[in-house]
């Protein structure tokens, strides 16, 4: 099993361009999450996925979309990248319901926006 | 909202015991998680409380008190590898989903 990859690692962006990050998990886990991690900030949840079909915004949301059309997949957009959004940005998935379920994280696609 | 506060920085010698503390408020508490991320790396799962008291593993224990707001995470025997940082996150029920919120982080550094 790979766990929960993502692509790309590394990326520089310009002001105002857009770019799609893919996040990928072979669990078969219902719940997906993209998060940020800026220094001395810890993990932001920007959206979150509950099932295929479905998103929900999270704590920072402004600036980008996402979207879950299969489920092992959750893709994070940035219509029009800005300096604001340089971090790195982690998915991670999980198994639904009231017991351990712990959340599996990605390497981490670190984001420059010049 | 939630709000989840852990120190920001602690350091230890090598072969100590280190407590970090995480104390929280939210409402619909479904869970608290630690985990362990260290430099350049994704945080990978530690430990779960979910009732009152001591769970433990290892080197590694982490406590829970509900009616406080209040957990720890215990290293015992410190190692130089335990440096890192160290994430304390708290689930909740929102809207019938269960959503892990995360306090800012604790690093930990393991001097000789």
């Known amino acids: 099993n790979a766990g929960v990859t993502q692509t790309p690692k590394f990326r520089v962006l310009k002001t105002g361009q857009s770019m799609t990050l893919l996040c990928a998990q072979d669990?078969?886990?219902?719940?997906m999450y993209w998060y940020r991690q800026d220094p001395g900030m810890g993990l932001r949840l920007i959206h979150y996925?509950?099932?295929?079909?479905?998103?929900a915004k999270g704590e920072v949301p402004d600036g980008y979309n996402v979207s879950r059309l299969k489920k092992q997949n959750f893709l994070l957009g940035l219509e029009s990248a800005a300096p604001s959004q340089t971090s790195v940005y982690f998915c991670?998935?999980?198994?639904?319901?009231?017991?351990?379920?712990?959340?599996?994280f990605g390497p981490g696609t670190r984001l420059t926006v010049t | 909202g939630q709000n989840i506060d852990q120190p920001t920085e602690m350091t230890a010698t090598e072969g100590a015991i280190v407590q970090i503390n995480c104390t929280y408020q939210?409402?619909?508490?479904?869970?608290l998680f630690w985990y362990q991320q260290h430099a350049g790396e994704a945080p990978t799962f530690l430990s779960y409380?979910?009732?009152?008291g001591l769970e433990e593993k290892g080197r590694f224990s982490s406590f829970l008190s509900r009616s406080k707001g209040y957990s720890y995470l215990l290293l015992k025997e410190l190692q130089m590898k335990d440096s890192a940082s160290y994430l304390c996150?708290?689930?909740?029920?929102?809207?019938?989903?269960?959503?892990?919120?995360f306090g800012r982080g604790t690093s930990l550094i393991v001097h000789p």
């Open positions: 991670a998935s999980s198994l639904v319901g009231q017991g351990v379920y712990e959340q599996y």
């Open positions: 669990m078969n886990h219902e719940y």
């Open positions: 996925s509950v099932g295929e079909g479905t998103t």
């Open positions: 939210t409402s619909g508490f479904n869970g």
């Open positions: 409380n979910v009732l009152d």
């Open positions: 996150a708290v689930r909740s029920v929102t809207g019938g989903s269960y959503i892990p919120t």
